[in-house]
């Protein structure tokens, strides 16, 4: 899988992004975003795959989940 670096607040991505994701698209499927240090899906058939895949779950895993504070927990 082949990495890429862009901020994400970096203010020229902000006000035109295109330009990376037409880079990133044409990597192929997926990439490695250096700055999220998490791969990226950029086709449809990639995002349409991920999505559809039981294995991917519903829920952030509880070791990456950050924390809630009291005021935005849920109420029962």
Same mark, same amino acid.
């Given at each position: 899988? #082949?990495?890429?670096? #862009? @901020?994400?607040? !970096?203010?020229?991505?902000? #006000?035109?992004?295109?330009?990376?994701?037409? $880079? +990133? $698209?044409?990597?192929? /499927?997926?990439?490695?975003? /250096? !700055?999220? +240090?998490? =791969? *990226?899906?950029? @086709?449809?058939?990639?995002?349409?795959?991920?999505? $559809?895949?039981? $294995?991917?779950?519903?829920? *952030?895993? =509880?070791?990456?989940?950050?924390?809630? =504070? /009291? *005021? +935005?927990? =849920?109420?029962?």
């Amino acid at each position: 899988m #082949q990495h890429l670096t #862009q @901020s994400p607040t !970096d203010p020229g991505f902000v #006000q035109n992004p295109y330009p990376f994701y037409d $880079r +990133a $698209r044409q990597m192929g /499927d997926f990439f490695w975003w /250096d !700055d999220y +240090a998490m =791969p *990226c899906a950029v @086709s449809h058939k990639a995002v349409h795959a991920v999505l $559809r895949d039981r $294995r991917m779950g519903r829920e *952030c895993p =509880p070791e990456l989940a950050p924390a809630i =504070p /009291d *005021c +935005a927990a =849920p109420v029962l």
